[in-house]
T-cell receptor, first 114, second 113 residues
Framework: GEDVEQSLFLSVREGDSSVINCTYT??????LYWYKQEPGAGLQLLTY?????DMKQDQRLTVLLNKKDKHLSLRIADTQTGDSAIYFCAETPSLSGNTGKLIFGQGTTLQVKP | DGGITQSPKYLFRKEGQNVTLSCEQNLNHDAMYWYRQDPGQGLRLIYY???????QKGDIAEGYSVSREKKESFPLTVTSAQKNPTAFYLCASSWTVMNTEAFFGQGTRLTVV
């Protein structure tokens, strides 16, 4: 089946690193994504990783993929108050065929305390 | 500037009325999507369109309808048959359905009063 799970809430202090975790069930997923949603706004694509990669780094963002455990994480270095938002993990399930469908987790609310 | 525009940002509807949410993109994308977001839940796919004059049901299509008469436009109608329409609706587009780097609009919050 297709399922993506995330913890619902994470609180960190400004300047610390944040790690947001995600697990998924479809071992044949091709792409895995991280989206950011600020209050009352749409989703912004932060980064994505292809399923044959283990790690991807983009400035303050590091994505780690453990295919064996079907675990994806997003690390934000030097977290700022502007990083406060909801973060969604999403996958392209193998059974989606040519639909472009994304399966989303419930979202993790990141609270950054000054 | 290129992007996806959803309107209106807030919409109120009386029970029993149909209402249409607008989604326009000037990115020249072939594929467009409608998702529904409820509090504490991820996004769920309502309908998608791979190309003009074509669209397919997603996971929760009941009570909704769409059209794709123009490449840049993909309006969503929430009908009176939708039992729980109050939600945040997000439109997205991508170059093709094979390219799932989707770009999202700012959303429309629909409230049934």
């Amino acid at each position: 089946g297709e399922d993506v799970e995330q913890s619902l809430f994470l609180s960190v202090r400004e300047g610390d690193s944040s790690v947001i975790n995600c697990t998924y069930t479809d071992s044949s997923s091709t792409y895995l994504y991280w989206y950011k949603q600020e209050p009352g706004a749409g989703l912004q694509l932060l980064t994505y990783i292809f399923s044959n990669m283990d790690m991807k780094q983009d400035q303050r963002l590091t994505v780690l993929l453990n295919k064996k455990d079907k675990h994806l994480s997003l690390r934000i270095a030097d977290t700022q108050t502007g990083d406060s938002a909801i973060y969604f993990c999403a996958e392209t399930p193998s059974l989606s065929g040519n639909t472009g469908k994304l399966i989303f987790g419930q979202g993790t609310t990141l609270q950054v305390k000054p | 500037d290129g992007g996806i525009t959803q309107s209106p940002k807030y919409l109120f509807r009386k029970e029993g009325q149909n209402v249409t949410l607008s989604c326009e993109q000037n990115l020249n994308h072939d594929a467009m999507y409608w998702y529904r977001q409820d509090p504490g839940q991820g996004l769920r796919l309502i309908y998608y369109s791979q190309i003009v004059n074509d669209f397919q049901k997603g996971d929760i299509a009941e009570g909704y309808s769409v059209s794709r008469e123009k490449k840049e436009s993909f309006p969503l109608t929430v009908t009176s048959a939708q039992k729980n329409p109050t939600a945040f609706y997000l439109c997205a587009s991508s170059w093709t359905v094979m390219n799932t780097e989707a770009f999202f609009g700012q959303g429309t919050r629909l409230t049934v009063v």
